[in-house]
């Protein structure tokens, strides 16, 4: 730790401002989406907005940094340490920082963070003379400081989403968000459009980091945002837990915009999304050249209305009648782990009701779903690593979103081969290569029916067998070892994959699941 920072830790010289932020009424806070930002995260990415500048910040030529939704001032007190651990005079620090935010209140806070942090670091001249710049200001719809000149935009933009609720935008913010991405917002969030309006603020050469909802990386909503600054990522960060009080996950892109040069020079592939996304959660990379498994079996899930349906049908069972084949049992996600089923032995929610044996009336069901009644594997999403389970006499029925797995054949052990398949610790890397960053939380595998059928599968068919089998027996440990080895891997490849998968598997056990949705 520097020793601006230890002075920091030693004064508490950000008390105030979080203090102030956490003290508003939280009607307030989810309508304009203010939430604390703790200090080792605006140091974190103060140090990732900052690492293409080292020579210009050492140099001592001018150096601006910005954050255009301030609150009271964490990135910019972090962004002041940061400057002066690379050399820069305290004087210097304050005289790169440019805050704007629409809270006057906020402001005044984060002027009288800046102060004592100036006082603390032996600069004496009165507030007037202070070099650093706050304004009162629109983020959405009024200019930015040095507006296309900012060698920095670093922060935590308030987050907006747009279905309901107090963060709609109203009829400025809609237009303000309109002229920045030169269409129509639509759902996309409001931290996403200013992610674009940031990258615009900066020079060529400039660099980006906020924090934004996890959702941008991969949701339909965020697409227009990630088509306008692609060419501009960097890197993503992610962290491993939940930061703030809003039940929301989040990540932050590190964009740097391209020079002329740069843009011209640069013919090489630039990576996707996900691909950075994977990187920053640590998924292994590897290659896979087995045969879809599309080539095996079809992959299908229901639509979000026969949720409805089915849960209009739902009974415990122990009901009259519920024991007969007219009922099968209702597998929702939580009821899966890998190659066993908890129906039983866990409670289920579906639909605000809680079941300990829910079964479907299926006579009770407004149109027949037919395909749910045969032999099929059950595949969970929005887990840590891949969770299936067979259904071998097809008396297994998929709540909305269990994706089945239906094998093209019914020779005896398809089923559990297909099974080996997506237990096998190489589908699970795949598959979160694959989906990194489109789950509601990070780390979460949430793939698609039509993205399950393109996974690959394994190419030693002697050993897949012998996996299978293991598995059949209960022996999970043992066959996952194997399937990890059935993939044509090398002996090292198999060793990150397997420990990747463990850890995974660990964190999903203390973690426990929903068995509801």
């Not at 963060?167 to 674009?196: C, F, K, M, N, Q």
């Not at 259904?391 to 029925?397: A, P, Q, R, T, V």
């Not at 399950?452 to 043992?478: C, H, N, Y």
Request: charged share 20%; net charge negative; with cysteine.
């Amino acid at each position: 730790m520097g020793s601006a920072r230890r002075l920091r830790n030693s004064l508490n010289v950000s008390d105030l401002g979080r203090d102030y932020e956490t003290s508003l009424d939280p009607t307030r806070r989810r309508r304009d989406g203010v939430h604390y930002t703790p200090r080792a995260v605006a140091d974190e990415l103060v140090e990732r907005a900052f690492a293409a500048h080292g020579q210009a910040i050492a140099s001592g030529t001018p150096f601006s940094v910005c954050d255009p939704t301030c609150g009271a001032g964490v990135f910019l007190l972090a962004a002041a340490d940061a400057l002066v651990e690379a050399g820069r005079t305290p004087f210097d620090a304050l005289a790169s920082l440019r805050g704007m935010d629409i809270d006057p209140d906020a402001l005044e806070v984060a002027r009288a963070e800046l102060l004592g942090w100036a006082h603390a670091h032996g600069v004496e001249a009165g507030e007037q003379e202070l070099p650093f710049d706050l304004f009162v200001g629109d983020a959405l719809n009024d200019a930015w400081p040095e507006d296309g000149r900012l060698d920095v935009v670093v922060g935590n933009p308030p987050f907006g989403g747009q279905l309901a609720g107090a963060t709609v935008r109203d009829e400025s913010a809609v237009a303000g968000a309109a002229r920045i991405l030169g269409r129509p917002a639509g759902y996309t969030d409001t931290a996403g459009v200013l992610l674009v309006r940031a990258l615009d603020a900066v020079r060529a050469g400039g660099s980006v980091v906020f924090v934004q909802p996890l959702s941008v990386l991969g949701s339909r909503d965020g697409a227009m945002v990630r088509d306008l600054v692609s060419d501009a990522l960097e890197s993503i960060w992610i962290p491993d837990d939940q930061l703030f009080d809003a039940a929301v996950s989040v990540c932050a892109p590190v964009l740097r915009k391209p020079t002329a040069i740069e843009s011209v020079a640069d013919s090489q592939v630039i990576p996707t999304w996900t691909e950075l996304a994977a990187e920053a959660m640590g998924v292994p990379s590897m290659r896979l050249n087995g045969a879809p498994l599309s080539s095996l079996a079809d992959c299908t899930a229901g639509f979000r209305h026969e949720f409805y349906d089915v849960a209009a049908a739902t009974v415990e069972r122990g009901s009259a009648g519920s024991e007969s084949a007219d009922f099968p049992k209702l597998i929702t996600v939580g009821l899966i782990d890998p190659a066993k089923l908890l129906w039983g032995t866990r409670a289920a929610r579906i639909a605000g009701t809680t079941f300990a044996e829910p079964v479907v009336d299926v006579a009770k069901l407004s149109k027949p779903f037919e395909l749910r009644k045969r032999p099929k594997l059950l595949v969970a999403t929005q887990t840590r690593v891949i969770e299936a389970v067979a259904d071998y006499d097809g008396m297994l029925w998929p709540s909305v979103p269990v994706i089945s797995v239906l094998p093209h054949t019914d020779e005896a052990g398809a089923l559990d081969l297909l099974l080996a398949a997506l237990i096998a610790p190489p589908a699970s890397v795949w598959a979160a290569r694959q989906a990194a960053g489109t789950a509601r939380s990070p780390g979460a595998v949430r793939l698609s029916a039509t993205q399950l059928e393109q996974l690959p599968l394994p190419t030693d068919r002697e050993l897949w067998i012998k996996g299978s089998d293991q598995l059949r027996a209960g022996q999970l440990t043992t066959a996952v070892r194997t399937l990890t080895s059935a993939y044509g891997l090398s002996e090292n490849e198999q060793t990150v994959v397997l420990e990747w998968w463990t850890l995974r598997s660990k964190r999903r056990k203390r973690q426990g699941k929903t068995a509801g949705l």
